[in-house]
């Protein structure tokens, strides 16, 4: 079975840093999702990476995938109140069909 | 297009009740899921289903059953509820088993089991 780990699980950061979201799996796959979900909300696609190396980049949020460390990256530049969420990573097995979540970053941005 | 829908939003049963969780799509996605999402826990897969009339268990598909009998629908059926299956309930699709296009979910199912 596929275990995905998330650090940290809860994050309270003010306005203008910088942090990153650490996303370890621990089997062999060779893509990696993130999502972000607001309170009460469904989760919406925020990258798709498909392959060892990738780097996707939106707004103030840029996603990697290192498949040789079995690691992914969520780096939050200059943070602003409008990121306070929470982010999953997800990863699926070779074989398909089972799709793996991270148990979650609580994101809280301090004015 | 109305992308992933499921109903109901809200659903509060009684030990032992049965109910049929809705989710329907209309992008034409070949794959769909059912997780659930409890606290700490992130989102656990339930059944899923690569095809019209083809449907595999998850991780925790014990008190559920699923049918897809239409590339469109994919129901989840409660047999016989315990307050262990409270939870909210995310029906999911994708073009591909392999989400090349990542997954779409729905808006979700909090159910209560009192």
């Known amino acids: 079975e596929l275990k995905v780990e998330q650090n940290p699980l809860f994050l309270s950061m003010q306005e203008g840093k910088n942090y990153t979201i650490y996303c370890n799996y621990s089997?062999?796959?060779?893509?990696l999702y993130w999502y972000r979900q607001d309170p009460g909300k469904s989760l919406e696609s925020l990258f798709v990476l498909l392959s060892n190396g990738a780097v996707k980049q939106e707004g103030r949020l840029m996603a990697s995938l290192d498949t040789k460390a079995r690691l992914s990256t969520l780096h939050i530049t200059a943070a602003v109140h409008d990121l306070s969420a929470t982010y999953f990573c997800a990863v699926d097995m070779y074989t398909g069909n089972q799709f793996y979540f991270g148990t979650g970053t609580s994101l809280t941005v301090i004015p | 297009n109305a992308g992933v829908t499921q109903t109901p939003k809200f659903q509060v049963l009684k030990t032992g009740q049965s109910m049929t969780l809705q989710c329907a799509q209309d992008?034409?996605?070949?794959?769909m899921s059912w997780y659930r999402q409890d606290p700490g826990m992130g989102l656990r897969l339930i059944h899923y289903?690569?095809?019209?009339?083809?449907?595999d268990q998850g991780e925790v598909p014990n008190g559920y059953n699923v049918s897809r009998s239409t590339t469109e629908d994919f129901p989840l059926r409660l047999l016989s509820a315990a307050p262990s299956q409270t939870s909210v309930y995310f029906c999911a699709s994708s073009y591909s088993n392999r989400g090349y296009y990542g997954y779409t979910f729905g808006s979700g199912t909090r159910l209560t089991v009192v």
């Open positions: 992008m034409n996605h070949e794959y």
């Open positions: 089997t062999t796959s060779d893509r």
């Open positions: 289903s690569v095809g019209a009339g083809i449907t």
